[in-house]
Antibody, heavy 119, light 110 residues
Framework: QVQLVQSGAEEKKPGASVKVSCKASGYTFTSYAMHWVRQAPGQRLEWMGWINAGNGNTKYSEKFQDRVTIIRDTSASTAYMELSSLTTEDTAVYYC????????????WGQGTLVTVSS | QSALTQPASVSGSRGQSITISCTGTSSDVGGYNYVSWYQQHPGKAPKLMIYEVSNRPSGVSNRFSGSKSGNTASLTISGLQAEDEADYYCNSYTSSSTYVFGTGTQVTVL
């Protein structure tokens, strides 16, 4: 069965970086893309970017373009999202979500990773 | 890229039908049939309910249906049930090869 298992909660200071992992199982990792979506407390879902797990191509939201990096390790079937220069406004739950390359929807989601930014 | 516009809340009685709108522009909703809808219960990850405007994934109740007219997509829930009470988000592909979510709609079952 398809599973996306994310790394645990993180607490960071303003100005630091955070790296969240998303380990995939139950399917051919390189046949799909992985998107990253975040949700601040009580707020809407916000699309951050995605990576084609097959060829490593990425595309980022203009909002996060300068601060986000998404990579993948095909040998570990794992995608990573790193966000730098954190501020308190980056406090949110970060989700990874699978998307078949060539489709436009997310059929499986990770459980979410809470990132708290506080001084 | 601005968020797609959804009503903040929609309510209905059990058994009734409700419709949630999702308004974008010709650069997203109106330009592609790549609109999907997600249901999110508190503290849970979103769940895919509709993809490519009107297609229902296996396992999703046929009480959920989707449509689109111009720059506005819609999700209709018929025969409203208690378990439908949740937040709903639309999502669209954009002309910038990115994606954008809607502002979200809280559905209340009276």
């Amino acid at each position: 069965q398809v599973q996306l298992v994310q790394s645990g909660a993180e607490e960071k200071k303003p100005g630091a970086s955070v790296k969240v992992s998303c380990k995939a199982s139950g399917y051919t990792f390189t046949s799909y893309a992985m998107h990253w979506v975040r949700q601040a407390p009580g707020q809407r879902l916000e699309w951050m970017g995605w990576i084609n797990a097959g060829n490593g191509n990425t595309k980022y939201s203009e909002k996060f373009q300068d601060r986000v990096t998404i990579i993948r390790d095909t040998s570990a079937s794992t995608a990573y999202m790193e966000l730098s220069s954190l501020t308190t406004e980056d406090t949110a739950v970060y989700y990874c979500a699978r998307n078949w390359v060539g489709s436009s929807w997310y059929d499986y989601w990770g459980q979410g990773t809470l990132v708290t930014v506080s001084s | 890229q601005s968020a797609l516009t959804q009503p903040a809340s929609v309510s209905g009685s059990r058994g009734q039908s409700i419709t949630i709108s999702c308004t974008g522009t010709s650069s997203d909703v109106g330009g592609y049939n790549y609109v999907s809808w997600y249901q999110q219960h508190p503290g849970k990850a979103p769940k895919l309910m509709i993809y490519e405007v009107s297609n229902r994934p296996s396992g999703v109740s046929n009480r959920f249906s989707g449509s689109k007219s111009g720059n506005t997509a819609s999700l209709t829930i018929s025969g409203l049930q208690a378990e439908d009470e949740a937040d709903y988000y639309c999502n669209s592909y954009t002309s910038s090869s990115t994606y954008v979510f809607g502002t979200g709609t809280q559905v209340t079952v009276l």
